[in-house]
């Protein structure tokens, strides 16, 4: 069966419209004839929105009971029963209610996928997980639903609603958006017309970065190899000389020129050592193209020219930043030609800046020892018949000189072509120099023959000594081009140590260097199991899923393996790739130990609270129990004995002893909860007033004096969470303030903790005027197992503030303790104000 297919529809806020355009599109496919149902659409009380669910099938929800509270979700199984061919499944990045099949509510979507059902979504851009921490910082409200890049990025389509923000606020103000009693609130935080143009932008930006890797797929899927100006990028070429700062910088005033541009350098390392530079100076500049929010590459190549166009072209650069060639017009002649003329010439389409700098035309650095390239070795044949002619032409218009002086003058022509094009070019030049000085030198002149022996071994000595020092050119010339390779490898080794060291790297990251360095279209991390392979990580486009679609693979033990797509390797780049497969695994095994340190530290931590509660159950719930049945057992064995005021003690004594009991068993769970980040938040809107008034039912009568305004504004949080809070905090104030003047009142005004968010809150006060804590102590005072004063034989076990501060801080908010003038001890509650649901 075909896996279905997935369209979301994705939203820089609440209320621009994407529940609605989805069922627009709804309507559309079922006159078109197409089967389609809704799986789940939430309208959010819009007038609009619920009018469009008319006419449109849906299948009935279920319902999840979440202490106390009936909870809808949708019911899988019945979307799946029902089969249509398109379902819809609004707000994609939802947190279904616990017991749920799926943690999520797109792995309910991945199922339906999986069954052949298309499915229709909606998502805001502020539950992205790249872009969490992008919101909040904006809005200052943290999402805790997300949903991860890579799900969304598998869309087969994504859609855009967009809305200028002036308009979302005039929809919000007209109350399409919001109920009423909730639009000040939302106007003056979230929807700030700030906010909105920002969120707008991330959208726009996150969208058009999907629909670039979309176009890159294609031209690599239709072998498009033309540049797509489709958006600005420069690439600019770095050899790491001086010149390269001055490079990125008019690079990126390029850029400056344009909006959404990106700036990318590139760093060629060849074999033969020709890219000039230091290290030193590739860091610096380096640093320089990150500080100007650019990224930084380094390729490994045979000719710089052609690898920096394949770069470019592979990225769809529009235009290349290169320096103008140091080389001088001597070198350039033979064979040291500048790269940008190559640039130049072969970049087609692409825009090329050719800029001057003041090391321009100087030459580089002198090397002692030639490293020679193909064109010089061409050059060098070609040198080694036309130098000997000339010498020997230039030389017969003078008779009286003798053999020597023409041998040495020869061999000063040998040394020349030896220089320029090496070993055999050196050779050559010196075998044919000896039959010009037999043919023209020695007697008889014009023939071949030898009459003199001492001529004959003045020749055989000629010959020796220039092949002699052909010989050690071509060996120097060969360690140096050994000397340049092994340059090359331990500068990309340098590299790939430096990224590990510098930063902490991802698979995801390092897969991309590797995929840049040694030119490949992709690379994978494959996981065998089962007889199936499993992707990973990849980089690149179309990367290999199994070894068998690949162009080499590698096993890298314990069931992975690491394939590649584009080449072949050569040998060289074999034993440079054993060292990037070296660094993975050790990358891997790093972050397999990562992992297990945490499991280690929350053993230890589980080890702790383990015998903190075997500590505790010896005597905290021992207590209670034995309590219990000794009440009991009096009961039954003296009912007839005893009064009815002496049976309505003991029931008291038992009741009491249970609530006790109930109270101990329920902060154990809530603490194991809370360490194990399980705590599920359902947020709604909640008032102090409904939640104190819970609170005071389970205490005394007259214990708390409590001081509420009638028209406070609502909570953003979980009203269960909050009443269980709440009811730690002033249980421990009856507690350990009993007698003295315990007081709740609440304000409203201020922002959270910098780090939390700047919305407005509302604060609740528990103040008492007890004996107070030490300001030592008042960090402790939230530690688990922690009781005032460390009473051994006090009731309870330490852990109702642990689990009040833990419950308040899911739901975005904080709990602080502050003396009370005067003594006593005042427990703070900051929430934020509810400006709207989380959809």
């Known amino acids: 069966m075909d896996r279905g297919s997935l369209r979301i529809f994705l939203g820089a806020a609440p209320g621009v419209g994407k529940t609605y355009a989805m069922l627009e599109e ?14 789940v659409v939430m309208d959010h009380g819009r007038a609009a929105t619920a009018a469009l669910v008319e006419g449109l099938e849906a299948v009935p929800l279920r319902t999840v009971d979440y202490r106390g509270t009936q909870l809808p979700e949708m019911d899988v199984d019945a979307v ?9 499944v609004d707000e994609y990045a939802h947190t279904n209610a616990p017991g749920s099949r799926h943690t999520k509510r797109w792995e309910d979507v991945d199922e339906l996928l999986e069954a052949g059902i298309d499915v229709l979504t909606t998502v805001n851009v502020q539950h992205l997980a790249s872009l969490n921490d992008v919101v909040e910082s904006i809005t200052g409200t943290r999402q805790q639903e997300v949903v991860p890049d890579a799900i969304v990025r598998k869309a087969d389509q994504i859609e855009l609603v967009d809305i200028p923000p002036e308009l979302l606020r005039q929809r919000l103000s007209s109350g399409l958006v919001y109920a009423p009693d909730k639009i000040d609130a939302a106007m003056a935080n979230y929807f700030r017309l700030g906010n909105l143009a920002a969120l707008r932008e991330i959208a726009l930006i996150w969208l058009a970065d999907r629909v670039d890797e979309g176009l890159a797929e294609y031209r690599k899927r239709h072998r498009i190899e033309e540049t797509w100006p489709a958006r600005e990028r420069v690439v600019v070429a770095l050899t790491g000389g001086p010149e390269g700062g001055a490079l990125i910088r008019r690079a990126a005033r390029i850029l ?24 030193q100076d590739l860091a610096a500049q380096r640093k320089l193209v990150e500080d100007l929010g650019g990224s930084y590459q380094q390729l490994a190549g045979d000719d710089i020219a052609s690898s920096l166009l394949d770069y470019a072209r592979s990225v769809n650069a529009t235009q290349i930043v290169v320096g103008v060639s140091r080389h001088t017009r001597l070198q350039q002649l033979f064979g040291r030609g500048g790269v940008g003329t190559a640039v130049v010439r072969d970049s087609g389409e692409i825009d090329v800046h050719m800029v001057t700098h003041s090391l321009a035309g100087r030459g580089p650095r002198f090397r002692l020892t030639p490293v020679l390239g193909r064109t ?8 080694a018949f036309v130098v000997p002619i000339l010498m020997t032409a230039a030389l017969l218009p003078f008779p009286e000189l003798n053999l020597t002086t023409h041998a040495l003058a020869h061999l000063c022509a040998v040394v020349a072509v030896a220089f320029i094009g090496g070993l055999w070019p050196a050779v050559v030049a010196a075998v044919f120099d000896s039959l010009l000085l037999n043919y023209f030198v020695t007697p008889p002149i014009g023939t071949l023959t030898i009459d003199d022996p001492q001529n004959f071994f003045a020749l055989v000595v000629f010959l020796a000594v220039a092949v002699a020092f052909s010989l050690v050119v071509g060996v120097s010339s060969r360690r140096s081009r050994d000397a340049a390779l092994a340059r090359a490898e331990a500068g ?18 390092f897969l991309e260097q590797l995929r840049a360095e040694f030119r490949l279209d992709a690379a994978s991390l494959l996981r065998e199991g089962h007889g199936t392979w499993k992707v990973d990580s990849a980089a690149g486009t179309d990367a290999p899923a199994t070894p068998d679609e690949a162009d080499g693979a590698d096993p890298l033990g314990s069931g992975l393996t690491l394939a590649w797509r584009g080449r072949a390797l050569s040998g060289s780049e074999r034993r440079l790739m054993a060292a990037f497969e070296a660094h993975l695994t050790a990358l891997l095994e790093r972050q397999q130990l990562s992992l297990s340190l945490g499991e280690t530290v929350k053993l230890g931590e589980a080890n702790r609270i383990r015998t903190s509660i075997l500590r505790a159950v010896s005597h905290d719930l021992r207590t209670p129990l034995a309590g219990i049945r000794l009440a009991a057992t009096a009961l039954r064995r003296q009912r007839g004995k005893t009064t009815p005021e002496e049976q309505a003690e003991m029931l008291e ?32 809107p909640v008032t102090w007033l409904d939640v104190v008034s819970e609170v005071l039912v389970e205490l005394p009568p007259h214990a708390v004096r409590v001081d509420l305004a009638p028209n406070l504004p609502a909570l953003d949080g979980d009203r269960g969470l909050l009443e269980r809070a709440l009811a730690n905090i002033v249980g421990n104030a009856v507690k350990y303030a009993a007698g003295s003047d315990i007081v709740i009142v609440a304000t409203t005004g201020g922002l959270l903790a910098p780090g939390i968010g700047d919305q407005p809150v509302s604060e609740l006060r528990v103040i008492d005027h007890g004996t107070g804590v030490p300001a030592d102590r008042v960090v402790a005072m939230f530690q688990p197992f922690q009781r005032l004063g460390d009473e051994a034989n006090g009731p309870g076990i330490g852990l109702g503030l642990a689990v009040a501060k833990g419950f308040i801080e899911a739901m975005d908010g904080e709990l602080l303790a502050e003396p009370t003038p005067g003594g006593g001890l005042t427990m703070v509650i900051r929430m934020p104000l509810y400006s709207g649901p989380r959809d």
């Open 492 to 509: 990309t080794l340098s590299e790939l140590a430096r990224g590990s060291l510098a930063r902490d790297q991802s698979v995801e990251d």
């Open 653 to 684: 004594t038992i009741d009491v002893y249970s609530n006790r009991l109930e109270s101990l068993v329920a902060n154990l769970l809530d603490m194991s909860r809370i360490d194990s980040s399980a705590v599920s938040v359902l947020h709604e």
């Open 376 to 383: 010089r070795t061409i050059v060098g044949y070609v040198l």
């Open 256 to 279: 400056s020129r344009v909006s959404g541009g990106d700036l990318l350098a590139v760093h060629v390392r060849t074999p033969d050592g020709l890219a000039e530079g230091t290290e």
């Open 26 to 39: 709804a309507h559309l496919l079922a006159t078109a004839g197409t089967d389609v149902v809704i799986g």
């Open 80 to 88: 799946l029963a029902r089969a249509p061919q398109t379902a819809l």
